[in-house]
């Protein structure tokens, strides 16, 4: 089990850029995947992105394919998000968990195969 912290959300305007951070309370990441995953307002969550330990494979939704970028740096025990181009429609809460070492495949990460409980997310709003 690991509790993880979600930090970097805010107000962009459409068309900007935003890069979210997801740090461990306690412990390291060294042995786990870290999924990204997002709700807006009124519907389900949906898997974003994800990065596996070891090899760093990764693998996206096709709306983050081309404008979303995940990472880890393991020396500074964080997971990354850089969320380029935004629109309206990625507007929401965005959440990091982690599950034990690799994504599943190579697209968006599935909520129910990821460790809980989960944080408080961080809100992301793209607004003009």
């Known amino acids: 089990q690991v509790q993880l912290v979600e930090s970097g959300g805010g107000l962009v305007q459409p068309g900007g850029s935003l890069k979210l951070s997801c740090t461990p309370a306690?412990?390291?990441?060294?042995?786990?995947?870290i999924g990204w995953f997002r709700q807006a307002p009124g519907k389900e969550r949906e898997g974003v992105a994800c990065?596996?330990?070891?090899?760093?494979?990764?693998g996206y939704a096709d709306s983050a394919k081309g404008r979303f970028t995940i990472s880890r740096d393991n020396a500074k025990n964080t997971v990354y998000l850089q969320m380029n181009n935004l629109t309206a429609e990625d507007t929401g809460v965005y959440y990091c968990?982690?599950?034990?070492?690799?994504?599943?495949?190579?697209?968006?990460?599935?909520?129910?195969?990821?460790?809980?409980?989960w944080g408080q997310g961080t809100l992301v709003n793209v607004s003009s």
């Open positions: 990065i596996s330990s070891g090899d760093d494979t990764t």
């Open positions: 968990a982690a599950k034990y070492y690799y994504c599943s495949g190579s697209d968006a990460p599935h909520a129910a195969a990821y460790l809980e409980p």
């Open positions: 306690a412990g390291t990441l060294d042995f786990f995947a």
